[in-house]
């Protein structure tokens, strides 16, 4: 090939990738949620794929895949080309995943780049009230007082809501029996009928449950109250420090995308997140809004791995 060809080819190289970042998008845009609409992490992906679609003139389209723990959904994103028309919405379960499955064919943190981590949705301790207990202290002694008798409930071995329960035995020392479902909507049935006694689940879940009086919230599971139940104390502020499992959601891409479209979805992820619409709408569900930079989710995903894989430990729970 003559070098004035080379030159050309060289020339349009550097044009097109500077215009493709300054560009972006030029086609619909899909996020990928791994659970079933309606949960927590698909109505923010809505929330911000609509915002998304307003302020970059393109559609973004929530597309959801779920299955295996979120992997399947996971590994669609992993696979996908690095160009910044797929985004993964990543959440809690990507950081338990790792501690649960031995084979999974992608690395969360090597084959992803993060955008922002969007925000949390706070989880609460909920039991049935024919219990008789009225607080957190009450339960912890209930639970002394009858070692094996007391169960929680969870969606699944190895869920987080499984694994916040095992947190919350093993810090206290307590003998609670953990009783797994196939689902979490199984689970809070059996809740309500009594056949368990106690579940870590999101707060927007049960709060019709909480304020009819079928269940009673006795914990806030995060570092701080939810603006869901002001009034509802923290494990941290009564019977563990520093005790936190609440449900994180954020977003990235595959690793090797363009620095310049994942600079420019942070930008607008970030507006998107700090509009006050957007927050009322989700503050509704019990999310609150994040934002932040890439490095900051990349760093938060780093920890929170290491936690999950230290909860697993103590629950004894060995990879697939």
């Not at 080309?81 to 999974?104: E, F, H, K, R």
């Not at 690395?107 to 957190?136: Q, T």
């Not at 206290?172 to 809740?191: C, E, F, M, R, S």
């Not at 009564?238 to 977003?251: A, C, E, H, L, R």
Request: charged share 15%; hydrophobic share 40%.
């Amino acid at each position: 090939m003559k070098k004035n060809q080379l030159f050309v080819l060289f020339f349009l190289f550097i044009f097109t990738s500077f215009s493709y970042g300054i560009d972006y998008p030029i086609k619909p845009v899909k996020i990928i949620v791994g659970f079933t609409p309606g949960s927590g992490a698909d109505v923010l992906a809505r929330v911000v794929s609509n915002k998304l679609s307003e302020s970059m003139n393109q559609q973004f389209i929530v597309e959801n895949r779920p299955g295996a723990g979120t992997n399947i959904g996971t590994n669609a994103v992993a696979k996908s080309p690095a160009d910044g028309y797929t985004i993964l919405v990543m959440t809690v379960a990507n950081a338990i995943n790792p501690s649960l499955y031995s084979n999974l064919p992608f690395d969360i943190e090597k084959d992803f780049s993060p955008i922002v981590l969007a925000g949390f949705a706070s989880n609460v301790l909920v039991i049935n009230p024919n219990l008789g207990v009225k607080n957190i202290n009450e339960f912890v002694e209930l639970a002394k007082s009858k070692p094996g008798k007391l169960t929680f409930g969870s969606s699944g071995s190895g869920t987080s809501p499984h694994l916040a329960g095992e947190l919350f035995v093993s810090k206290l020392g307590l003998n609670i029996v953990h009783v797994p479902y196939k689902g979490g909507p199984q689970a809070l049935t059996d809740l309500l009928g009594g056949q368990i006694d106690s579940l870590f689940v999101i707060t927007s879940t049960v709060l019709p449950h909480i304020s009819s009086g079928k269940l009673k919230a006795i914990a806030v599971a995060g570092p701080k109250r939810t603006p869901l139940l002001p009034d509802l104390p923290t494990l941290d502020e009564t019977v563990i420090p520093n005790f936190d499992v609440n449900t994180w959601i954020g977003f990235a891409v595959p690793a090797g995308t363009p620095n310049e479209i994942i600079v420019k979805l942070n930008q607008e992820m970030n507006k998107a997140l700090e509009s006050s619409d957007a927050q009322k709408k989700l503050l509704a569900l019990g999310i609150e809004t994040v934002g932040g930079t890439p490095n900051q989710l990349k760093a938060f995903l780093k920890e929170d791995l290491k936690k999950w894989a230290n909860v697993a430990k103590i629950a004894n729970i060995k990879p697939d």
